[in-house]
């Protein structure tokens, strides 16, 4: 079997132009004045031979003799029209043949132009850089399409904006991501729809971060919605950018409820001991800045080993919950948190609360507790459901030290014990003297 002679492939700087002749005068003078002309040239003497290289090269242009000896140029330019390497390439007939009957067959076989011969070189060159230009204009509007259907099928919504933030275009997924319609949306001000709390944000596109970062955007509905924007400037349009917009909102409920999740107690849904240490630090150093009192509340259920003991686990834990919804209801200031400690104990935390107050706080706790009537046939100090509670108050300087603060009001708790249950005893911690209070006797 013998070996197809190579063809170089095709320059993409340069139009290639297949010049398809079985005469050899004038293949020359066609290829020498293409090559004048700056074109890449390839030669073939017979249609089999232009088959091979047109798939080979894939030209820009061919110019195709029709009658050759083999398979002649109307059956050349037939297969050349049916294999979908070679479709879209035109093809300039060349021929002797000027009868109306010759050119209609040329053209029903997807010609696109015809030279009658004998050639004149300034038509041939006039033709070929006509369809040149078409040819061009063809595959412009071809990527064009190609790119608009990209972008339309996005699942980002993109935007093309202005460098004060005025929207040019917008793809269909914004109307997805924030409820308009991509015409509704250009003329808009993205400055307008993004929910500006960072400095500089809506300052101007060219004032923001070029990249990808988290921002909440406007829905047609009103509502927020959290998405990643990235923006990156045209080069090739001055003073144009490119918005992508990524939708994360479901991703963010999902990572904020994983979150909460991570703060609360499994079992009775309040704060637990991670998110109240957190808590407390927070409120320890702004309680040094502004000079305020702090107090802290430790809670105990009375007898609950003997509650456990005598109604089962499953009825402990329906206690407790009863038990931290009530230390809930008491937590109302954003700077109150009430949360599970561990096994039987809670604390509260009050922020900006002096000794006094605490203290009334605190009795109405343990009395509202008590009002709860949870029956506990094991409890030698009442026949309900009882609780202890220690307060300490402090007005924290940078020499105090945060765990004192829980050792002191953990010992006021233990106090209310020894005291008999059932009451509150509070103490003021880095004074001269300690006040022991009892609030109340059951």
Not at 103 to 126: Q, S
Not at 296 to 322: E, I, M, P, R, S
Request: net charge negative.
């Amino acid at each position: 079997m013998t070996n197809p002679v190579p063809v170089p492939l095709a320059d993409p700087r340069k139009p290639a132009i297949l010049i398809v002749d079985d005469a050899p005068d004038n293949l020359g003078t066609l290829r020498s004045m293409m090559l004048r002309q700056g074109y890449q040239t390839f030669v073939a003497t017979s249609g089999d031979r232009a088959l091979d290289i047109a798939q080979r090269v894939k030209p820009d242009l061919i110019l195709l003799d029709v009658v050759m000896p083999g398979i002649d140029g109307l059956e050349t330019c037939r297969r050349l029209k049916a294999h979908p390497a070679t479709t879209r390439i035109p093809v300039i007939f060349m021929s002797a043949r000027g009868e109306t009957e010759d050119i209609v067959a040329g053209f029903d076989t997807g010609a696109a132009d015809y030279i009658p011969k004998p050639l004149r070189l300034e038509e041939v060159c006039a033709r070929v850089r006509a369809q040149l230009r078409l040819r061009s204009g063809d595959a412009q509007s071809e990527q064009t399409d190609r790119l608009r259907m990209i972008v339309n099928s996005m699942d980002q919504g993109l935007l093309i904006v202005e460098g004060c933030g005025r929207v040019q275009y917008a793809n269909p997924a914004c109307d997805r991501y924030l409820g308009y319609a991509p015409e509704e949306l250009v003329g808009q001000s993205l400055k307008e729809l993004l929910d500006c709390k960072e400095p500089g944000c809506c300052e101007g596109l060219d004032a923001m971060a070029y990249g990808t970062r988290e921002v909440k955007i406007r829905h047609r509905d009103g509502n927020l919605r959290a998405m990643d924007l990235t923006m990156t400037p045209m080069h090739a349009a001055d003073g144009l950018f490119v918005v992508l917009l990524h939708d994360i909102t479901h991703h963010k409920q999902s990572e904020d409820a994983l979150q909460r999740a991570a703060m609360l107690d499994p079992l009775t849904k309040i704060a637990n001991r991670r998110h109240f240490d957190a808590f407390l630090d927070k409120e320890w150093h702004r309680a040094i800045r502004n000079a305020q009192p702090l107090s802290l509340v430790v809670l105990d259920v009375d007898h609950f080993k003997l509650y456990n003991d005598t109604l089962g686990h499953a009825a402990g834990d329906v206690c407790l919950q009863k038990v931290a919804q009530t230390l809930q209801d008491h937590a109302a200031r954003p700077t109150d948190l009430a949360a599970r400690y561990g096994g039987e104990e809670f604390v509260l935390l009050f922020a900006e609360t002096p000794a006094e107050n605490a203290a009334l706080l605190a009795e109405m706790i343990r009395a509202a507790v008590a009002a709860l009537e949870i029956p506990n046939p094991g409890s030698t100090t009442s026949t309900w459901l009882t609780v202890s509670v220690g307060v300490a108050t402090i007005v924290p300087t940078q020499l105090d030290a945060i765990d004192n603060l829980f050792v002191c009001a953990d010992r006021a708790m233990y106090a209310a014990k020894a005291g008999g249950r059932n009451r509150v005893e509070s103490t003021i911690v880095g004074a001269a003297w300690d006040v022991v209070h009892d609030a109340a006797a059951y």
